[in-house]
């Protein structure tokens, strides 16, 4: 997803839509481990709302994105340790 690109989904919200309702679905999306694993591939590219490209990710969002997914494949990896050793 673009840098920047809440400008433009806000020009986009209906009279009387609430932008934290926004803000929170945006923030869900970008913290989702899909959006992680989809920046983390290393010829990673950003896309406007129109489904262009405008830039690669850079590499240290790239790398961010890379730890990221590494952290939740341990934290995932040791609650299985857990509820396999609870069995």
């Not at 929170?24 to 694993?37: P, Q």
């Not at 990673?44 to 850079?58: F, M, N, Y």
Request: charged residues 30%; glycine residues 10%; positive net charge.
């Amino acid at each position: 997803m673009q840098i920047g690109i809440w400008d433009a989904l806000v020009a986009l919200l209906r009279p009387g839509a609430e932008p934290e309702a926004l803000a929170r679905a945006l923030r869900a999306y970008t913290r989702s481990t899909g959006y992680f694993m989809a920046c983390a591939r290393k010829d990673a590219l950003r896309h406007d709302l129109d489904g262009r490209v405008v830039e690669p990710v850079s590499e240290e969002h790239r790398t961010g994105a890379v730890k990221a997914v590494q952290g939740r494949r341990r934290r995932s990896a040791a609650q299985e340790g857990v509820g396999a050793a609870a069995a």
